[in-house]
């Protein structure tokens, strides 16, 4: 979805080195979200924000941190990367309106750790 | 949030109707039942959503059981471009646990 953009599309880095994968959205929705995707095991959740001053670990955030800088624009960073790193990262928005809560995705960052 | 089960894959014969299962037999009351697809390394994109009773948009049907333990996601003419990953997710509407979790899916194979 256009209204939501990840840069970079692809990184290729080394272990140890700090990367930071962002995520800008025009939508203005309040939330934000990062999952991760491994071959086999689906989108984990890493982190989410409800609000600019709102951050929340998922089930993954072990060796991640996150800025949400502004309502459209909110950060991942791996401090320190390592291979099993390595996974395709998309950014999502939503709002929810009602019972609804429908999710809006970038089209993902492939990060590889060498 | 309740956890769901599907098939890791199925077949469906171009032009007929796909029907997709999930099983979610621990779900509460206030959990809504949840259909988002993935086709090859795309983000994920919505398809429906319901409470109890069966819902219909220009994408699908969703048939959910009247205990709600089960559901089934319908495409009701299936196309080449249905090939993708499909997820079932349940949640709570509000409280502490507000998020979409996502689990394996099941990978729909349209054959011309």
């Known amino acids: 979805d256009a209204d939501v953009t990840q840069t970079p599309r692809n990184r290729i880095t080394k272990t140890g080195k700090r990367i930071m994968l962002e995520c800008s959205q025009t939508k203005g929705h309040d939330r934000m979200y990062w999952y991760r995707q491994d071959p086999g095991l689906g989108l984990r959740l890493i982190y989410y924000?409800?609000?600019?001053?709102?951050?929340n670990k998922g089930e993954i955030s072990d060796g991640y941190s996150v800025s949400r800088q502004a309502q459209a624009k909110f950060s991942l960073s791996l401090e320190s990367a390592i291979p099993n790193q390595t996974a395709l990262y998309f950014c999502?928005?939503?709002?929810?309106?009602?019972?609804?809560?429908?999710?809006?995705f970038g089209s993902g960052t492939q990060l590889s750790v060498l | 949030d309740a956890k769901t089960t599907q098939p890791p894959s199925m077949d469906c014969a171009e032009g007929r109707a796909a029907n997709l299962p999930c099983n979610h037999s621990t779900i509460s009351g206030n959990e809504y039942v949840y259909w988002y697809r993935q086709i090859h390394s795309q983000g994920p994109q919505y398809i429906i959503h319901g409470l109890k009773n069966n819902e219909t948009n220009e994408m699908a049907s969703l048939i959910i059981t009247e205990d709600r333990k089960s559901s089934t996601l319908i495409l009701p003419h299936a196309t080449l471009r249905d090939t993708a990953v499909y997820y079932c997710?349940?949640?709570?509407?509000?409280?502490?646990?507000?998020?979409?979790?996502f689990g394996t899916g099941t990978l729909l194979a349209v054959q011309p």
């Open positions: 997710i349940v949640r709570v509407y509000g409280g502490a646990t507000n998020k979409l979790i």
């Open positions: 999502a928005t939503s709002e929810q309106t009602g019972g609804n809560e429908k999710l809006f």
């Open positions: 924000s409800f609000d600019v001053k709102d951050i």
